[in-house]
Nanobody, 120 residues
Framework: QGQLVESGGGLVHTGGSLRLSCAAS????????MGWYRQAPGKQRELVAR???????DYADSVKGRFTISRDNAKNTMYLQMNSLKPEDTAVYVC??????????????WGQGTQVTVSS
């Protein structure tokens, strides 16, 4: 079985930057579309950004121009560069990937989440 592991969350001031990483491990050997979601307290999970296997990207309106999603297929890793952070960006960020692991079929994987807190 495979898994996704996020890293890079933390506490920053308004206007600061963070870079999140999401690494696929275990028996995952092929990844299709990937995405970052976030969930703030009392709110529903929302899509932040996504990237296809062909590097086509899409962003939520609230983060366009501030966040950049990318991926390194050789490392089975996805990134989210977050600039000009605002307090409303505070949430648990979770990565998602449609991936293929040895002995399995295409599966929707989710990471455990990483906390991003932006102080005003």
């Amino acid at each position: 079985q495979g898994q996704l592991v996020e890293s890079g969350g933390g506490l920053v001031h308004t206007g600061g930057s963070l870079r999140l990483s999401c690494a696929a491990s275990g028996s995952i050997f092929s990844i299709n579309d990937m995405g970052w979601y976030r969930q703030a307290p009392g709110k529903q999970r929302e899509l932040v950004a996504r990237i296809t296997s062909g590097d086509i990207t899409d962003y939520a309106d609230s983060v366009k121009g501030r966040f950049t999603i990318s991926r390194d297929n050789a490392k089975n890793t996805m990134y989210l560069q977050m600039n000009s952070l605002k307090p409303e960006d505070t949430a648990v960020y979770v990565c998602n990937a449609e991936a293929l692991a040895f002995g399995s079929t295409w599966t929707d994987y989710w990471g455990q989440g990483t906390q991003v807190t932006v102080s005003s």
